[in-house]
């Protein structure tokens, strides 16, 4: 037996949005995230693509933020009687990256029609089930699909621990044996952005933090970043961000 206790569809915050609840919830939480976010997830950053989908266990430590523009998402509140991993094979606490693959966002308003008007928890059962079902059906599926799935994960974490490297293309691709190209079309498959758009997301996270709560001036931020060029640094800085590295900071 399923229960909806809360629930929301395409809920929008600004990006200086940021949820902390380090106890979690008595019950589940489920996130179909349709922007880019950041997630601390087992003390580790994990950043999340648009079209997204999560599900933290009961108690779990939930964190997560906006990622240089609006955040949304469809969510749910919900408690079960069921053992999901054993029923629909769901893996807690662990990011799907679901792109265009399921209309996710269909299950969600069909949830809301089941909570908001006719209250049918049975029937929101049997869509919550064929949902969880379908996502981490295909979450294994393209995991299994992807070559060199792991080491890419790896090489993700590894980019945002530490995004000042030198992280070129030929030195990503050296890492896991595999030509420029090849690792182009893998990492994008697996994660829904290139590695070179990655790599630069981790630096201007990186010199958000800078600019937050030191007081380097923006050439050191743009040095500690593993930017050579100041100009280059200010101009990516302002693609992502909207404003310039000093203006951003003033904002803050």
Not at 7 to 18: A, N, Q, V, W
Not at 68 to 96: C, H, K, M, S
Request: net charge negative.
């Amino acid at each position: 037996m399923f229960y909806i206790n809360k629930m929301g569809c395409s809920c929008t915050h600004d990006k200086s949005f940021i949820f902390d609840r380090p106890k979690g919830y008595e019950g589940y939480l489920m996130l179909f995230v349709k922007s880019k976010a950041e997630f601390l997830i087992n003390e580790t950053t994990h950043h999340f693509e648009p079209n997204t989908f999560i599900i933290y266990d009961r108690c779990s430590p939930n964190h997560y933020k906006a990622c240089g523009e609006d955040y949304v998402n469809d969510w749910i509140q919900f408690e079960t009687t069921e053992n999901l991993e054993a029923a629909v094979g769901v893996r807690f606490d662990e990011p799907v990256y679901i792109g265009d693959s399921i209309d996710v966002s269909q299950y969600f308003h069909l949830l809301s029609d089941c909570f908001y008007r006719t209250g049918n928890m049975k029937a929101a059962g049997y869509i919550i089930k064929a949902m969880l079902g379908e996502v981490f059906f295909e979450g294994s599926k393209k995991e299994q699909s992807i070559a060199h799935h792991r080491e890419l994960i790896d090489l993700r974490r590894r980019i945002y621990s530490s995004p000042e490297n030198d992280w070129s293309i030929g030195s990503m691709a050296s890492l896991l044996n595999i030509s420029e190209p090849y690792l182009h079309l893998l990492y994008k498959k697996a994660f829904g952005v290139t590695c070179t758009r990655d790599v630069i997301n981790s630096r201007i996270e990186l010199a958000q933090r800078y600019l937050s709560y030191s007081g380097m001036t923006v050439e050191e931020v743009a040095f500690a970043c593993g930017y050579k060029n100041v100009v280059h640094f200010s101009r990516q800085f302002k693609q992502i961000s909207g404003e310039s590295p000093s203006e951003w900071r003033k904002a803050q």
